[in-house]
Structure formats: C-alpha cells, structure tokens
C-alpha cells in the first residue's frame, strides 16, 4: 500500500450528515437532496480525489442547529456556518468561497 496518494482539492468543506438526515435533505428543487450532495452537483465537481474542492459529509459537530445544516470550511475553521433549510446554493457556495464554477 503507498502511504500517499494525491490529490486535487484545493479546499475542504465539512458538511454534517446528522443535520441533513434531520432536514430529510433540506436543498435542491425538492428540498429532499443533502446540502453535500447538492453543492457537489451545483458546483459541477468530479467525484473523490479528482475534484477540485472536497465536500465532505461527517458526523454531528455538536452544534444541532435546528433547521439548519452546520458547515466548516477546514481552511478556516474558526468560524462555522449554520445553512438554513433550502438556502439557495448560489449563496452558500458564495459565503464558503466558492462563488466561481472551478474548471
Ligand atoms: S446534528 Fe449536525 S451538528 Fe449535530
């Protein structure tokens, strides 16, 4: 086994899974999609490693708020963000510093 394996990501967001599971999803058209698995398709990124970004859905931060999803930015984590149910994703990619389509 290598004990390395490259990477693309330039940057690391963590999602919690508990808070989406609480919203039954909470985004997309239907509301029924996890805010991760909508960033992810909003953004148009490629799965695992070959994406640009990661956005990665983890356990319960201990934050629970309630109708929102907590969100932590791994570069700068000292400030989390709480993502109201269906908040559009323009917006939460803007305010998580992913306003531009990475290419
Ligand atoms: S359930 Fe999401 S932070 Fe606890």
């Known amino acids: 086994m290598k004990p390395r394996v490259p990477s693309n990501w330039g ?3 963590l999602v919690c899974a508990k808070c989406s599971k609480k919203l ?8 029924r999609t996890p805010l991760a698995k909508a960033l992810r398709k909003h953004l148009g990124l490629k799965k ?13 931060m201990g934050v629970c708020p ?3 999803v907590t969100v932590v930015d791994a570069g700068g984590p000292r ?3 709480l993502v109201p149910k269906g908040t559009d994703l323009d917006v939460v990619a803007a305010e998580l510093g ?3 389509k990475p290419s």
Do not use: Y
């Open 98 to 100: 992913l306003g531009h």
């Open 79 to 81: 400030e989390w963000l």
């Open 24 to 31: 039954k999803g909470g985004f997309g058209a239907r509301e």
């Open 11 to 13: 940057q690391t967001i």
């Open 48 to 60: 695992g490693r070959k994406a640009e970004l990661g956005i990665v859905e983890v356990k319960c």
């Open 66 to 68: 309630r109708g929102a």
